[in-house]
């Protein structure tokens, strides 16, 4: 099992870069590592994020409520899963 995480700044957005930088972590966990369970936490806001996620076979596994502080309120985000049996 192996959690990840990434970010890529709003001026980079819209470029790819997150889908070659989630890639590469994809190809390492199962063709260098034999990860079979990549974990990982997006705000439920994120629907870009999400998206991507699903695209590289993500699902979502749990709510987590009030997980972060952003902007002055609490926020909830997706526990999300990618399993390789």
Same mark, same amino acid.
């Given at each position: #099992?192996?959690?990840?995480?990434?970010? #890529?700044?709003?001026?980079?957005?819209?470029?790819?870069?997150?889908?070659? %930088? &989630?890639?590469? !972590? #994809? /190809?390492?966990?199962?063709?260098? &590592?034999?990860? *079979?369970? %990549?974990? =990982?936490?997006?705000?439920?806001?994120?629907?870009?994020?999400?998206? =991507?996620?699903? *695209?590289?076979?993500? @699902?979502? @596994?749990? %709510? =987590?409520?009030?997980?972060?502080?952003?902007?002055? @309120?609490? #926020? /909830?985000?997706?526990? !999300?899963?990618? %399993?390789? =049996?």
């Amino acid at each position: #099992v192996a959690s990840i995480g990434m970010g #890529v700044h709003d001026d980079f957005t819209g470029r790819g870069f997150g889908r070659i %930088l &989630l890639g590469a !972590m #994809v /190809d390492a966990a199962d063709d260098w &590592l034999d990860i *079979k369970r %990549l974990e =990982l936490t997006v705000y439920t806001d994120n629907d870009v994020a999400i998206g =991507l996620y699903r *695209k590289f076979g993500f @699902e979502r @596994e749990g %709510l =987590l409520r009030a997980f972060g502080f952003r902007s002055g @309120e609490y #926020v /909830d985000a997706y526990g !999300m899963a990618r %399993l390789r =049996l």
